[in-house]
């Protein structure tokens, strides 16, 4: 792999851990001879260009009996190798992207081991392989019939032209969200998400396993404009973000049998929610919302970038508006995160910002200098009640991010396995970059004692609890 030309040495200069990506770049050079770097120009979600080295070349796939080469591109983001590669296909002009489970219209790959992205353990090479794995399993391209071959095609155009626009902007086809359950929470999300303006048509459909009732009859009675309330999940379909806030519990219930009673009603309507939506995101508020997003990706088979928990989104806001208000540290360039689990086990991160950007750079952990901040702003943070009003804004500015393909990033409850060296398939809250195909979990940090023990202990409380679980 040939790393001389003054072009690439140039753009190289600007990556944070250049020697780490010449050495990551070299290993895949050894077992994939033909893929080469080389610079371009990535359009970041601020709509600011960026020069930026990508690795184009060829895998092998096995089809049917027969051997096939799929072009691919990697976006190599500054922070490379700890920060996954953006992973494109790059049809020629007789080829046609075959969207499916690991591919979507625009030939975008997603695949665990970028959502689970964690180097070193994680490496390209392994991508790679998994990449070629998948699409043995599930071809990507197909080759374009005579009729298709006459007409010009915007898709293929866009990717051969290997230019990436982030997003920020609205989708052309028709947004459509769904509500579940009819509660407080419920009619919250609703409210909210439509004064966002950023859906076309909003479903709030009131389950009857549900226990939390509320004013689905006066949203009826008032028909808000584009607002439809149902009670049967098939008006769902279709839609680009499904929010599940439903409770199935009473008070007189111990901890066990709430989230088992929790369990029992998303098991009849999980499943079906992701069949009449395969594209859509699912976004779980139902309490406990760490247990309850690691049920609901267990139930509807879809990959953990398409389900997602409220977390600790509305914390990670508010701290980081205390931060930035009240302690007047808004200069510092840093966002708060707050991490973990929704517990008195939580962690808070900062979080380096690019200059005159929105793009995360780095998480780093509190460190002896900044720990007197954090500890006053956390305590500030306390006695702030997650109401219903406060819960359904934080639900509708994470759906704003998803269906706006906003790339903005969100403190969500994601699946950690890989994440700092947590090896149990647990949901915790963690910084993610959300857009329209979910999200893609940033890499992990190594934390103090202290905060690593918070993670650890909440790891196996979640353990300790699913043993107890009839899944």
């Given at each position: 792999?040939?790393?001389?030309?003054?072009?690439?040495?140039?753009?190289?200069?600007?990556?944070?851990?250049?020697?780490?990506?010449?050495?990551?770049?070299?290993?895949?050079?050894?077992?994939?001879?033909?893929?080469?770097?080389?610079?371009?120009?990535?359009?970041?979600?601020?709509?600011?260009?960026?020069?930026?080295?990508?690795?184009?070349?060829?895998?092998?796939?096995?089809?049917?009996?027969?051997?096939?080469?799929?072009?691919?591109?990697?976006?190599?983001?500054?922070?490379?190798?700890?920060?996954?590669?953006?992973?494109?296909?790059?049809?020629?002009?007789?080829?046609?992207?075959?969207?499916?489970k690991h591919v979507d219209s625009k030939g975008r790959i997603h695949l665990p081991g970028l959502h689970n992205w964690d180097h070193p353990k994680s490496?390209?090479?392994?991508?790679?392989?998994?990449?070629?794995?998948?699409?043995?399993?599930?071809?990507?391209?197909?080759?374009?019939?005579?009729?298709?071959?006459?007409?010009?095609?915007?898709?293929?155009?866009?990717?051969?032209?290997?230019?990436?626009?982030?997003?920020?902007?609205?989708?052309?086809?028709?947004?459509?969200?769904?509500v579940i359950g009819g509660g407080d929470l419920g009619i919250a999300a609703v409210l909210s998400i439509m004064a966002k303006s950023c859906v076309d048509?909003?479903?709030?459909?009131?389950?009857?396993?549900?226990?939390?009732?509320?004013?689905?009859?006066?949203?009826?009675?008032?028909?808000?404009?584009?607002?439809?309330?149902?009670?049967?999940?098939?008006?769902?379909?279709?839609?680009?973000?499904?929010?599940?806030?439903?409770?199935?519990?009473?008070?007189?219930?111990?901890?066990?049998?709430?989230?088992?009673?929790?369990?029992?009603?998303?098991?009849?309507?999980?499943?079906?929610?992701?069949?009449?939506?395969?594209?859509?995101?699912?976004?779980?508020?139902?309490?406990?919302?760490?247990?309850m997003t690691r049920v609901a990706w267990r139930q509807s088979h879809l990959p953990p970038t398409q389900v997602i928990g409220m977390g600790c989104n509305?914390?990670?806001?508010?701290?980081?508006?205390?931060?930035?208000?009240?302690?007047?540290?808004?200069?510092?360039?840093?966002?708060?995160?707050?991490?973990?689990?929704?517990?008195?086990?939580?962690?808070?991160?900062?979080?380096?910002?690019?200059?005159?950007?929105?793009?995360?750079?780095?998480?780093?952990?509190?460190?002896?200098?900044?720990?007197?901040?954090?500890?006053?702003?956390?305590?500030?943070?306390?006695?702030?009640?997650?109401?219903?009003?406060?819960?359904?804004?934080?639900?509708?500015?994470?759906?704003?991010?998803?269906?706006?393909?906003?790339?903005?990033?969100?403190?969500?409850?994601?699946?950690?396995?890989?994440?700092?060296?947590?090896?149990?398939?647990?949901?915790?809250?963690?910084?993610?970059?959300?857009?329209?195909?979910?999200?893609?979990?940033?890499?992990?940090?190594?934390?103090?004692?202290?905060?690593?023990?918070?993670?650890?202990?909440?790891?196996?409380?979640?353990?300790?609890?699913?043993?107890?679980?009839?899944?």
């Amino acid at each position: 792999m040939d790393f001389s030309s003054e072009s690439v040495k140039k753009v190289l200069s600007k990556y944070k851990f250049r020697d780490v990506a010449i050495e990551e770049l070299q290993k895949v050079s050894r077992l994939h001879h033909d893929m080469k770097v080389i610079s371009g120009t990535y359009m970041s979600s601020d709509s600011l260009q960026k020069d930026l080295l990508k690795l184009i070349g060829n895998i092998p796939v096995r089809y049917q009996g027969r051997s096939y080469n799929l072009p691919i591109l990697l976006w190599l983001l500054e922070s490379f190798p700890f920060t996954p590669p953006v992973c494109f296909l790059r049809p020629t002009s007789s080829m046609v992207i075959r969207e499916g489970k690991h591919v979507d219209s625009k030939g975008r790959i997603h695949l665990p081991g970028l959502h689970n992205w964690d180097h070193p353990k994680s490496t390209v090479n392994g991508l790679l392989a998994e990449m070629i794995a998948k699409f043995e399993e599930e071809p990507p391209l197909a080759t374009k019939s005579s009729a298709q071959s006459d007409n010009p095609n915007d898709l293929l155009a866009y990717v051969s032209n290997l230019a990436l626009n982030e997003g920020g902007n609205r989708l052309d086809q028709e947004v459509k969200v769904s509500v579940i359950g009819g509660g407080d929470l419920g009619i919250a999300a609703v409210l909210s998400i439509m004064a966002k303006s950023c859906v076309d048509k909003l479903v709030l459909i009131d389950i009857p396993e549900s226990s939390t009732k509320g004013g689905t009859m006066d949203l009826e009675i008032f028909s808000l404009p584009k607002v439809e309330v149902s009670k049967d999940l098939s008006a769902s379909a279709g839609s680009k973000v499904v929010v599940i806030t439903a409770n199935a519990w009473s008070d007189e219930q111990s901890y066990l049998s709430v989230v088992q009673t929790n369990v029992d009603m998303y098991r009849g309507i999980i499943p079906r929610l992701a069949q009449l939506s395969p594209k859509a995101v699912l976004l779980i508020a139902s309490q406990p919302v760490d247990i309850m997003t690691r049920v609901a990706w267990r139930q509807s088979h879809l990959p953990p970038t398409q389900v997602i928990g409220m977390g600790c989104n509305l914390d990670s806001e508010r701290l980081s508006h205390i931060i930035n208000i009240s302690l007047v540290a808004n200069n510092t360039g840093k966002q708060a995160w707050v991490i973990g689990e929704l517990s008195e086990n939580k962690v808070a991160l900062w979080g380096s910002m690019g200059p005159g950007t929105d793009q995360l750079q780095a998480l780093t952990p509190v460190s002896n200098s900044t720990k007197p901040l954090m500890d006053r702003a956390l305590e500030m943070l306390k006695g702030r009640g997650q109401r219903s009003w406060s819960v359904g804004l934080s639900i509708a500015d994470i759906t704003h991010s998803i269906v706006t393909d906003k790339k903005k990033i969100h403190s969500v409850t994601t699946l950690a396995e890989g994440w700092g060296g947590i090896s149990s398939k647990v949901f915790l809250s963690l910084p993610c970059i959300l857009g329209e195909n979910g999200s893609t979990r940033l890499p992990g940090v190594a934390l103090g004692s202290e905060d690593e023990m918070k993670l650890r202990e909440s790891v196996a409380c979640q353990v300790n609890l699913f043993m107890q679980l009839r899944l």
